[in-house]
């Protein structure tokens, strides 16, 4: 299920050109095309959710699923030897700019605490 007017959606059907990581028949794996890091890469689901608020008891394993990709990816890139963060960013407050489910894989560089 996907919404055509979602940029990621774009993505995921390959109407957008992106730098693929990953990809299996539920998740979508790539690189930001604005990285807030050497290594920013985003993991999605590619089913339409809107956010982390707009799941339910079915998206359980899908969540653990991009959890544990993410974990995959940053160890398939390095990251795993100094460190990496992931994000998800929640509604507008929150600093979501595409609403579609996405958490963020950044690494290569310090991270600072608070982050925003």
């Not at 990581?21 to 990285?35: R, S």
């Amino acid at each position: 299920m996907t919404d055509p007017n979602c940029i990621f959606c774009k993505i995921i059907n390959k109407e957008i050109p992106a730098r693929i990581e990953f990809e299996d028949e539920n998740l979508l794996a790539f690189h930001d095309i604005a990285p807030q890091a050497p290594t920013h890469v985003l993991v999605i689901p590619k089913k339409h959710i809107v956010d982390l608020d707009k799941t339910g008891p079915e998206d359980k394993a899908l969540l653990g699923e991009i959890l544990h990709r993410a974990s995959e990816i940053a160890k398939s890139l390095g990251l795993n030897k100094d460190g990496f963060r992931v994000v998800n960013n929640m509604g507008v407050l929150g600093g979501q700019t595409v609403f579609h489910l996405h958490f963020h894989i950044l690494g290569g560089r310090q991270m600072k605490w608070p982050p925003g």
